[in-house]
């Protein structure tokens, strides 16, 4: 449900600029776009759905546990990737859904990251941090916010950051034991 008022806050005020104190000279703000930062929550709402009364346990269950809290974030990333598309699609143009969608997987895959690293309660740490970057240093090639959604540097941190995302979340007790047994 959260996703799903990011993506239209996103399309009806998405243009809107974000005042934000400038690091040059004193009393200068700089404006960034809300939409630029706007996937970073969709991106931790998804994997807020990870959390609740039984996560610890949910993480020690087996084989068919996993595969079903697999499918399930999957399959919440899909829908929410579609939806976040055709919201942008039809209110700024389809480049720039496409961008929300790149933006979207590369916080998803930072904040996967920060889960495994400082638990389901700071999973917002490690994007909140990366936004930070691109917010007072933009428009540069690291910028994937702002970047055209051909960039293909853009596109490979979004598989590196997905698959780091993706891998420490597969990292679990049992299966960390299994792989140093070899």
């Not at 346990?57 to 068919?64: V, Y």
């Not at 970047?147 to 979004?158: C, E, I, M, Q």
Request: proline fraction near 4%; charged fraction near 10%.
């Amino acid at each position: 449900m959260g996703t799903a008022a990011i993506a239209l806050l996103s399309a009806f005020f998405g243009g809107t600029h974000i005042a934000l104190p400038s690091i040059g000279s004193g009393g200068v703000t700089t404006g960034v776009p809300f939409r630029h930062e706007l996937p970073l929550l969709s991106a931790v709402f998804l994997t807020a759905t990870l959390d609740g009364a039984m996560s610890a346990h949910d993480e020690m269950g087996g084989f068919a546990m996993h595969r079903f809290r697999f499918r399930y974030c999957t399959a919440l990333t899909l829908i929410t990737c579609a939806f976040s598309l055709s919201a942008e699609a039809l209110a700024v143009g389809p480049e720039a859904g496409v961008v929300f969608i790149r933006s979207l997987l590369i916080w998803f895959g930072l904040a996967l990251l920060s889960v495994k690293l400082l638990g389901h309660q700071l999973g917002w740490i490690i994007p909140l941090a990366s936004a930070f970057f691109l917010i007072w240093y933009p428009h540069n090639w690291w910028d994937w916010t702002a970047n055209p959604a051909s960039d293909f540097f853009s596109w490979a941190v979004a598989v590196i950051a997905l698959s780091a995302g993706v891998a420490a979340t597969a990292a679990t007790p049992w299966r960390r034991k299994a792989f140093l047994r070899r």
